[in-house]
């Protein structure tokens, strides 16, 4: 009777090791799953990133010069999210570690921004256009060379405030 008291949990906890056991597999075969499926994922590369980058930063040329401040604000909001998504997302390209050189730039857009003067916008829009060719010839992309812009990066949208 002793022996059945004892053999009856140990019975018990064999069984449940083993319902454990094949419930960790089970988790490591999803895990495994979720991996692959990860792995497989699409993920913009550095250059679809900095087209978007230089488009924003067309964008923004224009509506500076027009004065569309509002504008102007949400692009180079978008100039520095698209930084943040570079930083989170392209960490294998050495690349990265140059990207803050045009911090100081989009800070000083803003600034201007903020404070609605154009000359010093225009001045911190030719710092952001050196910072990014200065990026890039520090990264052997020197062939890369962005300018200030001399057309409209799209044909439909305005770049006057909206009345």
């Given at each position: ?99 803050g050189i045009i911090d100081p ?59």
């Open positions: 009777m002793k022996a059945l008291l004892i053999l009856i949990p140990a019975l018990g906890l064999l069984s449940a090791c083993a319902n454990s056991s094949d419930s960790n597999r089970r988790l490591q075969t999803q895990v495994d799953s979720l991996k692959k499926k990860l792995d497989s994922t699409y993920r913009p590369g550095l250059g679809e990133f900095m087209m978007g980058i230089q488009e924003h930063h067309a964008k923004l040329w224009f509506a500076g010069l027009d004065k569309n401040w509002e504008l102007a604000d949400f692009e180079v909001h978008e100039i520095g999210e698209t930084i943040g998504d570079i930083k989170q997302y392209c960490t294998d390209r050495p690349e990265v570690k140059s990207i730039a989009i800070s000083s857009i803003s600034s201007a921004i903020k404070q609605k003067d154009e000359e010093a916008f225009k001045k911190g829009f030719a710092a952001l256009t050196d910072g990014c060719n200065n990026c890039h010839r520090d990264n052997n992309h020197g062939f890369n060379v962005i300018t200030i812009p001399t057309g409209l990066p799209v044909t439909n949208q305005q770049f006057k405030p909206a009345k």
